[in-house]
């Protein structure tokens, strides 16, 4: 009989989001109703934009 393995966890990074970065992120979503990769360079790395979704 063959046992499982245990498999790794995905260790989730964790990320520093700066209330101001938040509260500008939610002003241009009131704004315009979205915020782009141009106003928060942040963005571009794809972990830390979720991470940022979540926080929001």
């Known amino acids: 009989m063959a046992t499982k393995s245990a498999e790794p966890k995905?260790?989730?990074k964790t990320?520093?989001?700066p209330?101001?970065?938040v509260k500008?992120?939610?002003d241009?979503?009131?704004k315009q109703g979205y915020v782009s990769r141009k106003e928060?360079?942040?963005m571009q790395d794809l972990e830390w934009a979720v991470?940022?979704?979540k926080k929001s």
Request: glycine residues 10%.
């Open 28 to 30: 241009l979503i009131a």
């Open 51 to 53: 991470g940022f979704g």
């Open 15 to 17: 990320f520093d989001f």
């Open 19 to 21: 209330d101001a970065l």
């Open 24 to 26: 500008k992120a939610a």
């Open 40 to 42: 928060i360079s942040e």
């Open 10 to 12: 995905a260790v989730e």
